[in-house]
T-cell receptor, first 111, second 111 residues
Framework: DAKTTQPNSMESNEEEPVHLPCNHS???????IHWYRQLPSQGPEYVIH???SNVNNRMASLAIAEDRKSSTLILHRATLRDAAVYYC????????????FGAGTQVVVTP | NAGVTQTPKFQVLKTGQSMTLQCAQD?????MYWYRQDPGMGLRLIYY???????DKGEVPNGYNVSRLNKREFSLRLESAAPSQTSVYFC??????????FGPGTRLTVT
């Protein structure tokens, strides 16, 4: 299975953008890139997903490198509520939705 | 909509005791999942059910059994609890190929 590499932690000031990198150099052509986040003492929640093109939704943007070996989740204006562990996950549409979580990136937001 | 609900929220068991963790979703999703999360780690898939009447093993199925009672409910049973099963257990259901909704979790301690 293709794996992802993320930094252990990142810090940001409130109302500033946060760029969360993810490396996935062994990604296959059918792997989608998913991002989930987990707030303290809660279950994970879906953030965004993409295949090749950059994607935007109300929560975040996903920038995917042209060779697809890396991607970046962008939180445009961090709030205290964005403090969470962010997981970058690869998966295909024929994997029955099974998600393989790594350790993720702990995002700390400072007022 | 309650989303994904899990009971109980907390449980303490002695080694060798059995218990069933309950999960229900009211979103009419076909696929459901059980994950465990050990301290400081990402989630690992225990079992999943692609549709009513089917179940399959995930990454760490040993020591667990599951039942997909109907489309709404997916239970996880520990027949003989061991200290290594101390963890937080999350149930999830899948809205699309890419979006899973997670419950609030059950914090289980086995002494």
């Amino acid at each position: 299975d293709a794996k992802t590499t993320q930094p252990n932690s990142m810090e940001s000031n409130e109302e500033e953008p946060v760029h969360l990198p993810c490396n996935h150099s062994t990604i296959s052509g059918t792997d989608y890139i998913h991002w989930y986040r987990q707030l303290p003492s809660q279950g994970p929640e879906y953030v965004i997903h993409g295949l090749t093109s950059n994607v935007n939704n109300r929560m975040a943007s996903l920038a995917i490198a042209e060779d697809r070996k890396s991607s970046t989740l962008i939180l445009h204006r961090a709030t205290l509520r964005d403090a969470a562990v962010y997981y970058c996950i690869l998966g295909t549409t024929d994997s029955w939705g099974k998600l393989q979580f790594g350790a993720g990136t702990q995002v700390v937001v400072t007022p | 909509n309650a989303g994904v609900t899990q009971t109980p929220k907390f449980q303490v068991l002695k080694t060798g005791q059995s218990m069933t963790l309950q999960c229900a979703q009211d979103m009419n999703h076909n696929s459901m999942y059980w994950y465990r999360q050990d301290p400081g780690m990402g989630l690992r898939l225990i079992y999943y059910s692609a549709s009513e009447g089917t179940t399959d093993k995930g990454e760490v199925p040993n020591g667990y059994n599951v039942s997909r009672l109907n489309k709404r409910e997916f239970s996880l049973r520990l027949e003989s609890a061991a200290p290594s099963q101390t963890s937080v257990y999350f149930c999830a259901s899948r809205r699309t190929e890419f979006e899973q909704y997670f419950g609030p979790g059950t914090r289980l301690t086995v002494t």
